[in-house]
């Protein structure tokens, strides 16, 4: 009974890492934070579904069998009933994973394709979210910036301040293409000097 016992304990703690697995295949490619993201894992909902769980099974353990007690018999069927929970929860975040995995190598091709477009047209553009740009500098300021970047071929675009993680991911295909493109084009440590030309117009 105890090695039951024990298995339903390993159990229960493997469901417990499923379900944060599957927070993180549902939202694939985030970055994994257990501390920031705990309150999102939804672990109450889980702590519902393993009670209904063990009231089915006492339910059914409730059911006379000879030389088998209560206790058995309920460890047992948690045990069975637990295997399919988890199981369920595997398949189910596999699942999510594989189709987001899909998704994103798909948009990760689009972004190299944009990228070797880009770089045909020597106009490099480079995508952040950033919130509601609000400039600090006047207009002529803003085209002496402008035109320093145009300079370098490059563009940066503010995307607003909605986070799409699997968005930034597959635009690192896009940085990756276009980087030796840039070096070639602007010679080493380009970015370096092209933030010292814009600092020296904002001062």
Do not use: H
Request: hydrophobic residues 45%.
């Amino acid at each position: 009974m105890k090695k039951i016992l024990y298995l339903n304990i390993i159990l229960i703690a493997l469901i417990f890492v499923a379900s944060i697995a599957i927070f993180y295949s549902y939202n694939f490619p985030i970055p994994f934070d257990f501390i920031r993201n705990f309150k999102d894992y939804e672990i109450q909902y889980v702590l519902i579904i393993l009670l209904i769980i063990g009231f089915l099974a006492s339910l059914i353990a409730s059911v006379k069998i000879k030389k088998y007690n209560f206790k058995n018999k309920f460890l047992s069927i948690f045990l069975i009933l637990n295997c399919l929970f988890l199981a369920f929860l595997v398949f189910n975040g596999s699942s999510e994973y594989i189709k987001r995995k899909k998704a994103l190598t798909l948009l990760e091709n689009e972004y190299i394709k944009q990228a070797k477009k880009d770089i045909e047209n020597d106009k490099v553009t480079y995508k952040f979210a950033g919130g509601l740009a609000v400039s600090d500098y006047n207009e002529e300021t803003e085209n002496k910036i402008d035109s320093i970047y145009k300079n370098y071929g490059v563009t940066y675009f503010n995307t607003g301040c909605i986070i799409d993680f699997m968005d930034i991911k597959a635009q690192e295909k896009y940085q990756e293409t276009v980087k030796p493109y840039l070096i070639k084009r602007n010679g080493k440590n380009w970015e370096v000097k092209m933030k010292s030309e814009i600092e020296k117009i904002k001062n």
